[in-house]
Nanobody
C-alpha cells in the first residue's frame, strides 16, 4: 500500500509562489498518471494538473501558464510549482495517483491560502 503525503502549502500573498510536493512511500513508477486536485470551500474537487509516466502534462484552463507539474521518479515525488497565485487559487490541494493496475490513491491534502 503506497501512501501519498503532500507538503508545501501555506499562506501567500497574491502574485506570490508556492511549490507543493507529493512524496510517495513507495515507487511512483507504478502510477500511470499522477496529478494535483483542489477543493475550495463549498465547491467540488477539481483537477488542476496531471502528468503521465511518459511526462505528458495537462492543466486546467484556470492555471495554464502559471502552474507547472513535474515528477521525479528517482525521488518518488511529484511537484506542483504555482506562480502568480490568485485569491481564487485558495483551496485544499490533493495529490492523486492512478496505478497501471487500476484504483486511486489520494493524499491527505495541504491547504493553500492566497491573500488578496
Amino acid at each position: 500500500q503506497v501512501q501519498l503525503v503532500e507538503s508545501g502549502g501555506g499562506l501567500v500573498q497574491a502574485g506570490g509562489s508556492l511549490r507543493l510536493s507529493c512524496a510517495a512511500s513507495g515507487s511512483i513508477s507504478r502510477f500511470d498518471v499522477m496529478g494535483w486536485y483542489r477543493q475550495a470551500t463549498g465547491k467540488q474537487r477539481e483537477s488542476v494538473a496531471t502528468i503521465t509516466s511518459r511526462g505528458s502534462t495537462n492543466y486546467a484552463d484556470s492555471v495554464k501558464g502559471r502552474f507547472t507539474i513535474s515528477r521525479d521518479n528517482a525521488k518518488n515525488t511529484v511537484y506542483l510549482l504555482m506562480n502568480s497565485l490568485k485569491a481564487e487559487d485558495t483551496a485544499v490541494y490533493y495529490c492523486h495517483g492512478r496505478p497501471y493496475y487500476g484504483g486511486d490513491y489520494w493524499g491527505q491534502g495541504t491547504q493553500v491560502t492566497v491573500s488578496s
